[in-house]
């Protein structure tokens, strides 16, 4: 008989013992550190006896633990194993799984990849979209694109652009009763948010571009937040407020005017866009042909536009 065991508080506690704290075991799993001990007390009530000897600085498990940590690790290994095989089996050998977020899948890879189809019509992509909050996992993907600092510890990470944010808004707000000129003028607009949830460190926020140019931002006549950078992106475009533009995502909308930039400060992102993938799927050759062609897609972007006028802050 199979038991109706807490799957979610196994695999919580399996993370808290390999990584050795419990603040790890969260940012791996991409939850609190608050659910990741809620979890783990839980499997211990359930269970009847203590599972870890909790410290200041790392937690250790009893022997009970031990031995339960290491049956869910070769058992969860095990179940990877099984599903990665049936997904290969599935999976052509001419096709391309990349893993990367929803917004820069939308904007920036899709209106691309004709290209790469037309010089490898005997290859195919296919787009696994997530989050961005879990390291990349090689049964779910070829090749990564994460954005953020580029901690991803087993594989091979390589950069592929950073990236310069600004203000960009739609040509109709630089004209009008409150039309954009100054900084000031930002009182009298929606200032539109991306929330970022998965990087909390130096994101490309208002703030953080106001704090880089030394500026003080108004308080604006309203906030709207999106959780897709897509999202952020369409409002902005759509007139809805004015946004901070992330350079590769907004430069095709930025040259073919559909969003203008109305100051010319810039503020370099602390976070970037970085190649994920492992040793072995790199001595593929169509791994290698997906990466020198994105590569010199980077290379070959349109430079930003200037911006309209010259503000005064």
Same mark, same amino acid.
């Given at each position: 008989?199979?038991?109706?065991?807490?799957?979610?508080?196994?695999?919580?506690?399996?993370?808290?013992?390999?990584?050795?704290?419990?603040?790890?075991?969260?940012?791996?799993?991409?939850?609190?550190?608050?659910?990741?001990?809620?979890?783990?007390?839980?499997?211990?009530?359930?269970?009847?006896?203590?599972?870890?000897?909790?410290?200041?600085?790392?937690?250790?498990?009893?022997?009970?633990?031990?031995?339960?940590?290491?049956?869910?690790?070769?058992?969860?290994?095990?179940?990877?194993?099984?599903?990665?095989?049936?997904?290969?089996?599935?999976?052509?050998?001419?096709?391309?799984?990349?893993?990367?977020?929803?917004?820069?899948?939308?904007?920036?890879?899709?209106?691309?990849?004709?290209?790469?189809?037309?010089?490898?019509?005997?290859?195919?992509?296919?787009?696994?979209?997530?989050?961005?909050?879990?390291?990349?996992?090689?049964?779910?993907?070829?090749?990564?694109?994460?954005?953020?600092?580029?901690?991803?510890?087993?594989?091979?990470?390589?950069?592929?652009?950073?990236?310069?944010?600004?203000?960009?808004?739609?040509?109709?707000?630089?004209?009008?009763?409150?039309?954009?000129?100054?900084?000031?003028?930002?009182?009298?607009?929606?200032?539109?948010?991306?929330?970022?949830?998965?990087?909390?460190?130096?994101?490309?926020?208002?703030?953080?571009?106001?704090?880089?140019?030394? %500026?003080?931002? !108004?308080? &604006?006549?309203?906030? *709207? #937040?999106?959780? $897709?950078?897509?999202? =952020?992106?369409?409002? @902005?475009?759509?007139?809805?407020?004015?946004?901070?533009?992330?350079?590769?995502?907004?430069?095709?909308?930025?040259?073919?005017?559909? %969003?203008?930039? !109305?100051? &010319?400060?810039?503020? *370099? #992102?602390?976070? $970037?866009?970085?190649? =994920?993938?492992?040793? @072995?799927?790199?001595?593929?050759?169509?791994?290698?042909?997906?990466?020198?062609?994105?590569?010199?897609?980077?290379?070959?972007?349109?430079?930003?536009?200037?911006?309209?006028?010259?503000?005064?802050?």
């Amino acid at each position: 008989m199979i038991l109706n065991l807490p799957y979610t508080a196994l695999r919580a506690f399996e993370a808290v013992v390999r990584l050795g704290t419990f603040s790890a075991a969260a940012e791996e799993l991409g939850v609190s550190q608050s659910a990741i001990s809620q979890h783990v007390k839980a499997l211990e009530e359930w269970l009847g006896h203590e599972l870890m000897t909790r410290g200041a600085r790392r937690s250790q498990p009893t022997r009970d633990g031990t031995r339960l940590a290491s049956a869910i690790a070769d058992g969860l290994g095990r179940i990877g194993d099984v599903c990665e095989y049936i997904r290969d089996k599935r999976r052509a050998d001419s096709t391309i799984v990349i893993s990367c977020l929803p917004g820069f899948a939308y904007i920036w890879l899709f209106p691309r990849l004709m290209k790469f189809d037309l010089a490898h019509p005997d290859l195919s992509i296919s787009i696994a979209t997530d989050t961005g909050t879990t390291h990349f996992a090689e049964a779910r993907a070829d090749i990564g694109i994460r954005y953020g600092n580029g901690h991803n510890p087993g594989f091979l990470v390589e950069p592929l652009m950073g990236e310069d944010t600004f203000p960009v808004c739609a040509p109709e707000l630089l004209s009008g009763p409150h039309a954009i000129r100054t900084i000031a003028d930002l009182a009298h607009h929606t200032q539109l948010r991306d929330e970022f949830s998965p990087f909390t460190r130096n994101p490309p926020s208002w703030d953080y571009w106001a704090q880089t140019n030394n %500026l003080t931002l !108004p308080e &604006p006549l309203r906030t *709207r #937040s999106f959780s $897709q950078s897509n999202m =952020v992106i369409q409002a @902005a475009i759509q007139g809805v407020g004015i946004a901070i533009g992330r350079g590769p995502l907004v430069v095709e909308a930025l040259c073919d005017g559909r %969003l203008v930039r !109305p100051f &010319p400060q810039v503020a *370099r #992102s602390k976070l $970037q866009y970085w190649l =994920v993938y492992s040793e @072995a799927a790199y001595r593929n050759e169509k791994i290698r042909l997906f990466l020198d062609w994105i590569k010199s897609e980077v290379k070959n972007q349109p430079d930003l536009p200037d911006p309209h006028g010259v503000a005064i802050a």
